[in-house]
């Protein structure tokens, strides 16, 4: 009977520890209630072994802690990143498109290339009216500027939101490395010491809170390896993170499988980065490209990069890429280069010598002079006629020629002037001789008329046959369409991201109410344990009496 | 397992319902505001295209207006000026009628002529009418006057304009058409996206005749022949002293001959192009009209595509202002309940 008392004091003692370890794994919980990443803690206490009398009776020994774990579901963990990524995604493309957005304003509060347009072609026929008129000259001078600069503006602001994606692509696989570098160490913590100590628990919850910060930035594979370590790859396999080491990405304006002469460069004229490996080929250092993988994921790299474009071997120039920045800057250079080709031919008149391989202008200003360049309704710093044929050149070979990113950024109005507009056509019927009269507008008239002529335009991946003011309208509707589906679709994600957190927190979140709880029903616990140990040292003073 | 939420799952729903109401009521008081439910492409993409068609054809459709009505102004003034020189035509006719009686004397038809000299003048001057700053009937000539006794500088061949008889007096002045480049061609302007109106007509379709005959009359009032002998023909320079008492049939015969240049010019001429103008005049007015009602039709299309419905806008508003602060209400209890309010 008295190892009954002894063993009863035993079991009383270990319920005390039990129960204070218990309260404590509450207070820690408790502490932690908005600690980012943490994975609520639970005890688990299990009945000890019984003690056999051999008699056929068994009596139990009490119970001991058996492990603290923390309460994860890996399934929900999953889903909860990749809602992460999503919403990154969407995220970093609404508020792209949303600075995009106002350029195309439809109530007037901003001067459009639409609203420019309808100026310019209105002051030409106004002028059309009493060609003349100094005033409605100017007029039209005034208006020609305006639409040029509007165009320059809008392409710049364009080529400025790719560059500012650029830039910040550069920013974020920094990022990348860095979180990966952090995973790898925490994997050399974990892997091989699995003991459910809190510090491993702990390192446990950063590595996954890592792993999320990471699907923030792109999307990855996590798989957990049978030594505790995370394996960490992105899209086609590439591991980021293996075990101890982890392999960084970088960032490279000319990486090595660049095709011969080059990516060309961005909308701004300088080149743009590809996300790339370095790996040693024995023969030097060669770049594995995840460009175009990563663009095709989720987290903001991805969102990013589906904005700015990512580029393919076969480009030739900035609007080859494949992005949705490219595709509204592509509508703008379509509308540039119409006005520095078909408009500056349109103004020069027909050919005076009845269409020979040069093209002598027929039309003439207030002195009763012919243009005198091809370019001189609209131009550009560096226009040159390299063909040396009169007319304006094939925009694509001058581009080349002349190392041009866009004619968008740099086109200007060409009549510096108000007697230098060539409003007037010849009216001398010869071939070689020319004869004009400033009351003659019909070089105006034929101009005014290209506005609804429906003609084919092709620049990268924009191709559509039309008239000049609905390359405007497919600008505005893309645009549009654009940023509505960038809204709805970030709005979705965040649900669909909020849905996963829930799930998550419902999973691994703290609950003070539900502490509190469990807090009394262990601190009960824990005074019934401390009243067995009084019955316990009353049966054992009882007995030590009856000795005396 | 039952469904936890967590203190952080609750302020957490609290705070982003809050951010999404307070989101919807923002733009809700926006479109308020400024009365347009769609301000930028991303709000209606579908529509985008749409309200930037309906604004530029507002604006083409003003343009046209404008035009049209610079045009209606320019082709009222044509009519006055005919009606002016149908007059000055019918008062020629008269005087030649008169001066056709032999009961005049040579002497007598002479003092008449300064009469006619004076009609072919304002005949003249209406032929080089301006309108805002441009001559009417000058077609795309706009520097010099179109009916001129001046020979247009640096023409080559062309004839010193005068006659060679009655040297210092009006019968030596002889008034043509100066046919430079571009006086052969008319003013036209584009009314609709399909249609134009020409405004003018060159000068020697419609003053030609007038002044030859005004002149001829004058000239043979003054006692001079005027070649070609054809009255239908534009005056050469030419022409022949008549000896008085001998030629004195001789000049009836000459006034009666200028009778029918005054029925060409006037039937012909003056009156055909007033009818012109005012058939023209027309088109311009329901040109106007036309536009003036396209402007309305799309005005009113594109408000129904961009405006705010107020009353919808309104009911909006207040609706999502009352579940905020039936949300703000609910979110202070929900987060003010805790065990520890228990314990």
């Given amino acids: 009977m008295g190892s009954g008392v002894s063993s009863l004091l035993d079991i009383s003692k270990r319920s005390l520890f039990n129960q204070s370890q218990a309260i404590r794994v509450i207070g820690n919980n408790i502490a932690n209630v908005n600690t980012e990443g943490y994975s609520r803690r639970k005890v688990d206490i299990k009945s000890s072994d019984s003690f056999d009398t051999g008699e056929g009776t068994s009596f139990g020994t009490g119970a001991d802690i058996d492990s603290v774990y923390r309460t994860v579901d890996k399934f929900i963990n999953l889903a909860y990143q990749g809602r992460i990524g999503d919403r990154a995604r969407s995220e970093a493309r609404d508020e792209f498109l949303a600075r995009l957005e106002p350029m195309f304003a439809l109530d007037g509060s901003t001067k459009t290339i639409s609203s420019e347009l309808s100026g310019f072609f209105s002051a030409i026929e106004d002028l059309a009216q009493n060609p003349s008129d100094v005033s409605l000259r100017r007029n039209v001078l005034d208006q020609g500027q305006n639409l040029a600069t509007t165009i320059n503006r809008v392409y710049s602001q364009v080529s400025q939101l790719q560059r500012e994606a650029d830039d910040r692509i550069n920013y974020l696989v920094e990022e990348v490395n860095r979180i990966g570098g952090q995973i790898a160490n925490l994997n050399s913590q974990i892997s091989g010491k699995e003991d459910g100590s809190q510090e491993l628990l702990t390192a446990r919850d950063q590595r996954e809170q890592l792993v999320r910060d990471l699907s923030e930035i792109m999307s990855v594979t996590t798989v957990e390896n049978s030594d505790g370590s995370t394996l960490v790859t992105i899209g086609n396999g590439f591991a980021l993170v293996s075990g101890i080491h982890s392999n960084a990405l970088e960032t490279s304006k000319s990486p090595s499988f660049a095709p011969v002469g080059g990516y060309p460069k961005g909308l701004d004229g300088d080149a743009l980065s590809f996300i790339v490996h370095d790996f040693d080929t024995g023969a030097g250092t060669s770049h594995a490209d995840f460009t175009g993988t990563i663009a095709a994921g989720g987290g903001e790299l991805g969102g990013l990069l589906s904005l700015r474009g990512v580029q393919s071997a076969t480009d030739t120039t900035a609007f080859d890429a494949v992005g949705d920045f490219v595709t509204a800057a592509s509508m703008v250079e379509a509308i540039a280069e119409d006005l520095l080709t078909r408009f500056n031919l349109s103004y020069l008149g027909p050919d005076e010598n009845g269409g020979t391989a040069f093209h002598n202008p027929s039309s003439g200003d207030l002195a009763g002079s012919t243009p005198a360049s091809p370019y001189s309704l609209f131009n550009f710093t560096g226009a040159a006629d390299l063909d040396a044929d009169g007319r304006p050149d094939d925009l694509a070979g001058l581009r080349t020629a002349l190392t041009i990113p866009s004619f968008a950024e740099i086109i200007q109005f060409g009549v510096t002037s108000e007697q230098q507009l060539a409003a007037a056509l010849d009216l001398d019927p010869a071939a070689g001789s020319l004869s004009f009269t400033t009351g003659d507008s019909r070089n105006l008239d034929n101009l005014a008329a290209l506005r609804q002529q429906k003609v084919a335009y092709s620049v990268g991946n924009f191709n559509q046959t039309s008239s000049l003011e609905e390359v405007y309208d497919t600008l505005t509707s893309t645009v549009g369409s654009l940023r509505a589906t960038s809204k709805n679709q970030f709005a979705l994600d965040k649900d669909r991201e909020t849905m996963a957190k829930e799930l998550y927190s419902s999973t691994s979140g703290v609950s003070l109410d539900e502490e509190f709880a469990n807090l009394i029903t262990f601190q009960k616990a824990y005074e019934a344990s401390a009243r067995l140990v009084r019955v316990g040292d009353e049966m054992l003073t009882e007995v030590i009496g009856l000795l005396g | ?343």
Avoid: C, W
């Fill in chain 2, 1 to 343: 397992m039952s469904f936890r939420i967590t203190n952080n799952q609750s302020t957490q729903f609290f705070i982003d319902q809050i951010n999404r109401q307070k989101v919807g009521l923002e733009e809700s008081r926006q479109m308020l505001s400024s009365g347009v439910e769609v301000s930028t492409p991303g709000d209606a993409p579908s529509k985008a295209a749409t309200i930037e068609n309906y604004n530029r054809t507002i604006v083409r459709l003003d343009a046209y207006k404008d035009r049209i009505n610079s045009g209606i102004s320019s082709m009222e003034l044509q009519e006055t000026v005919l009606n002016t020189a149908e007059s000055i035509m019918l008062r020629g006719k008269e005087l030649a009628t008169q001066a056709a009686n032999e009961t005049l004397s040579s002497e007598q038809r002479e003092q008449m002529a300064i009469e006619v000299f004076e009609l072919r003048d304002s005949l003249v001057s209406l032929g080089n009418t301006k309108n805002q700053g441009v001559y009417i009937y000058g077609g795309f000539d706009d520097d010099d006057p179109p009916f001129d006794d001046t020979p247009a500088s640096g023409v080559a061949g062309t004839p010193g304009y005068t006659n060679s008889l009655g040297a210092g007096t009006p019968s030596s002045q002889r008034f043509i058409y100066d046919g430079e480049d571009g006086t052969a061609n008319s003013r036209d302007i584009v009314v609709s996206d399909f249609e134009s109106v020409r405004i003018t007509t060159p000068g020697d379709q419609v003053f030609q005749g007038g002044i030859s005959a005004l002149e001829r009359l004058g000239r043979a009032l003054s006692g001079f022949y005027t070649t070609p002998a054809s009255s239908a023909a534009t005056p050469d320079g030419g022409g022949l002293a008549m000896t008085f008492p001998a030629d004195y049939h001789l000049q009836t015969q000459e006034i009666l001959n200028t009778m029918d240049a005054f029925d060409t010019s006037l039937s012909k001429d003056i009156t055909g192009e007033l009818m012109s103008v005012g058939a023209r005049l027309n088109k311009l007015h329901d040109a106007f009209d036309i536009a003036d009602s396209l402007v309305f039709n799309i005005k009113n299309a594109r408000s129904g595509v961009q405006d705010v419905d107020m009353f919808e806008a309104a009911a909006n508003f207040s609706n999502l202002q009352t579940s905020l602060e039936a949300l703000l209400n609910a979110g202070v209890q929900m987060n003010s309940l805790s065990i520890l309010n228990y314990i």
